[in-house]
């Protein structure tokens, strides 16, 4: 099992400080929240994006995810939503990242219909992502919460630059138990966003284990540390910042991960 830290948690944070903490509290890789108001995103110049990837690799912390906004599910024309992906796909590249993630964003529509327009965009989308080595990952989240949603497109697709990712915390809100949620979402599966919360009203970052959410299921339905793949903790603190600061509660929530982990071996 492969940690990971998301930049929500320390947003507007400079690059070097990230790469900093990912590794005095032993965290291999970070997932980077992809907008304007960011260090990183698809506005950077090419020395600024290998300013940035040298960072990294230097002192040997990952680059998992370039974690975007496009809405692949939503209303409207193709075109703004395939040039978004596309310009997260060429960001993850130059930096050297494996990953992009995606929402779903199909608000009220028909579900059938949501799904239809995701697969097309997705389908769309993966030649580009197959040229550049980069995987897209269609998150657990808003229209498409549980695991079957995200699988039944992604399934649609049937690209292997086209993957889930599975954000925990949706998956429990749609009431799909972890066990559940990993079958179907297996076979796509990119990697794992951790969290916890205080209740389902109540979705003010917490530490890991403070919470509600079933971390230890979800690390058990991927086979605890025998797992090789990723674990990346997404604490919301962008969208609540009277929470506790990240940086104070890293150590711990490694700890914590590597506890449930060798748990569930």
Same mark, same amino acid.
């Given at each position: ?12 944070? #400079?690059?070097? %400080? ?5 590794? $005095? !509290?032993?965290?291999?890789? &970070? ?62 590249? %130059? ?6 993630? &995606? ?23 993966? #030649? ?5 080595? &980069?995987?897209?990952?269609? $998150?657990? !989240? ?7 949603d995200v ?17 925990v915390m949706? +998956? ?31 979705? +003010?970052?917490? #530490? ?7 971390l230890a ?18 604490? $919301?603190?962008?969208? !609540? ?6 940086? %104070? ?17």
């Amino acid at each position: 099992m492969k940690l990971a830290f998301s930049t929500l948690g320390v947003p507007g944070m #400079p690059m070097a %400080d990230v790469v900093r903490l990912a590794t $005095e !509290h032993g965290y291999q890789g &970070v997932e980077l929240r992809a907008h304007p108001e960011e260090p990183v995103h698809p506005g950077l110049s090419a020395s600024e994006r290998a300013a940035v990837a040298e960072e990294f690799e230097k002192h040997g912390v990952e680059i998992l995810t370039v974690a975007g906004y496009a809405r692949v599910a939503a209303e409207g024309d193709d075109g703004p939503v395939l040039d978004e992906i596309a310009a997260l796909v060429e960001l993850a590249h %130059d930096l050297g990242a494996q990953n992009v993630r &995606v929402f779903p964003g199909g608000g009220g529509q028909d579900p059938a219909t949501a799904d239809e327009t995701a697969a097309r965009r997705l389908a769309a989308a993966a #030649p580009h992502a197959e040229d550049l080595g &980069v995987r897209v990952l269609l $998150e657990t !989240h808003d229209s498409h919460r549980a695991g079957a949603d995200v699988a039944r497109v992604v399934g649609a697709v049937g690209h292997r630059r086209i993957g889930a990712l599975w954000d925990v915390m949706h +998956t429990w809100l749609a009431g799909e138990d972890p066990a559940s949620g990993h079958a179907v979402l297996a076979p796509h599966l990119g990697y794992v966003q951790v969290k916890d919360i205080a209740s389902a009203d109540d979705p +003010t970052p917490l #530490p890991l284990g403070a919470g509600v959410l079933p971390l230890a299921a979800c690390l058990d339905a991927l086979g605890g540390d025998t797992w090789d793949g990723w674990v990346c903790w997404e604490y $919301e603190k962008r969208w !609540h910042p009277a929470a506790a600061e990240l940086p %104070d509660l890293l150590a711990a929530g490694r700890d914590h991960l590597l506890r449930l982990g060798a748990a569930g071996r």
